[in-house]
C-alpha cells in the first residue's frame, strides 16, 4: 500500500478507473460472503444526510467475506452505502474503461484482526470494500428489479436526514447477481470520504445490476441536514499513481 508521500499528499486513492487491458490476470483462493442475504436477524436502512445506509442487525450470524486477495483474514460487514449522481449517465464511483455507471453501491468490512472498524483506518489492510455498479434503464413498473425493491420500496419513509426504516432481512439479495459473475477486479486504494484513509482492499465486480429509472430516482427524493436533496454524492476518479489492478478469474 502506498502512503502519504512527504508533502503530505495522498497517492493511493479511490476511486479509479479500471483498465480490463492493464489489469494483470491472477489466481486466488475462492472469494467466499457468508450471511449477507440470510433471513435471520432483522436490517436497517438510514438516510445519513450524505447516503443511504444499510445495516445488518438483530439475531444473525455476522456478514463476512474471506478468501480471494484477503490473505488469511475475515472481514466482518459493517454497512452498506450508496452513491449516485443528478443523471443516470453518471453517478457511480469507480469507472470501467472510461464508463460509468449509474449508482455504485458499497459493502463496507471491517478486519476483524482489529476488532472495531475505528481501528482499522490507520491499517493497511484495514477495511475490505466489495463494489457493486448499478445501471439503470426505463423500464414499466411491473419490471423494476424485484430483489432490489426490498430496499427502494422503502426508501419514501426515510426522506428526511437521520431517519430510518426497518427492512426485511435478506434485503442485500440482489448482490448474489454481481457475485455470481466469473470475475472481479481487486486493488488497494482509499476510502471515498473524507478523510480517505488508504486502509482498503477494493473489489470490483463489473457485471451491472439492472434497476429502474424510478427506482434511481427514489434515493435523488432524500434530502441532507439542511432539506435540500441529495443529488450527487460520489467522489472523482483519481489518479492510478504506478499501483496495480489485478483481475480475479
Known sequence: MQCAGGDGRKWGQSPIDINENNAIGIKFPALIMSGHWSQDGKARM???????????????SPATIRGGPLADDVYELSEVVFRWGSSNCKGAEHTLNGTWFTMEAQAIHFNKRYETIQNCWDKHDGLAICSYFLQAYQVPAWEEHPLFAKMTDDLHKITQYDSWAKLPANCLCWMRQACQTPGYYTYLGSTTTFPFHECVTW????????ISENQTQMFRMLRDKHGVCIKENCREVQNLNGRLVYYVN
Not at 48 to 57: F, H, K, R, Y
Not at 203 to 210: A, D, G, L, S, Y
Open 46 to 60: 438510514r438516510n445519513t444526510g450524505t447516503t443511504v445506509q444499510i445495516t445488518l442487525e438483530g439475531n444473525r
Open 203 to 210: 473489489i470490483v465486480f463489473p457485471e451491472p445490476v439492472r
